[in-house]
């Protein structure tokens, strides 16, 4: 799949319906920075949305990964298929990622916890007690900048006053207030502050 192929026929198509890069990404859920991305061939359209896109643009599947109308006897519904499938195959990985998160910070804090017991209870000197901490909190301040990156990547948060669904940036996962993976963030569709939560698609 050639990526700059592809960004350029976005680009065409939506030009040839008269859509703006902000309303063709209003109408997908994502920022149009994200549009103008694809369209310069920097990234290409999650899997997720795929669909809708084509749906906007009045292409196929087929098309839009050719970065070229297909001729109707080269038309492969297969395609399509496939891509389906990449979809479950993204709601199943970031279903694992987030349960690795989970292990993460579970094995980070054990480690953490028995730091702290043994330098509880070790005849030893005070700042022999502190090293033993600080050893004891090294993992789990070497893993938050991991776990934060999967809580930000896996799934989609949704705001609770317009329902949109979208990624965060790292900067908004990193600073926002949470309970589990509920997050207080600012929604980028309805600009509104909210308790978002963590969903694994879209649909």
Same mark, same amino acid.
């Given at each position: 799949?050639?990526?700059? $192929?592809?960004?350029?026929?976005?680009?065409?198509? !939506?030009? /040839?319906?008269? *859509?703006?890069q902000f309303q063709l990404a209003e109408a997908l859920g994502v920022t149009d920075r994200a549009v103008s991305k694809w369209e310069t061939g920097r990234s290409l359209p999650d899997s997720s949305i795929m669909l809708p896109l084509c749906d906007l643009l009045e292409i196929t599947v087929t098309d839009l990964l050719k970065g070229e109308k297909v001729s109707v006897e080269n038309y492969n519904k297969e395609t399509e298929k496939e891509i389906l499938e990449l979809?479950?195959? $993204?709601?199943?990985?970031?279903?694992?990622?987030? !349960?690795? /998160?989970?292990? *993460?910070?579970?094995?980070?804090?054990?480690?953490?916890?028995?730091?702290?017991?043994?330098?509880?209870?070790?005849?030893?000197?005070?700042w022999l007690r502190v090293v033993i901490v600080l050893a004891g909190l090294a993992p789990f301040l070497v893993a938050?900048?991991?776990?934060?990156?999967?809580?930000?990547?896996?799934?989609?948060?949704?705001?609770?006053?317009?329902?949109?669904?979208?990624?965060?940036?790292?900067?908004?996962?990193?600073?926002?207030?949470?309970?589990?993976?509920?997050r207080h963030m600012r929604c980028p569709k309805c600009n509104k502050k909210g308790w978002q939560k963590k969903v694994i698609s879209k649909d």
């Open positions: 799949m050639d990526q700059i $192929k592809t960004g350029k026929f976005i680009a065409q198509r !939506r030009k /040839e319906k008269g *859509i703006t979809v479950k195959q $993204k709601k199943y990985a970031d279903r694992m990622l987030l !349960r690795v /998160e989970i292990l *993460i910070g579970v094995i980070c804090t054990v480690i953490l916890l028995a730091a702290a017991v043994i330098a509880s209870y070790i005849n030893a000197e005070e938050l900048p991991v776990m934060l990156k999967i809580e930000q990547k896996a799934g989609y948060y949704e705001c609770p006053h317009c329902g949109h669904k979208y990624v965060p940036s790292f900067k908004s996962v990193n600073l926002a207030p949470h309970l589990c993976r509920t």
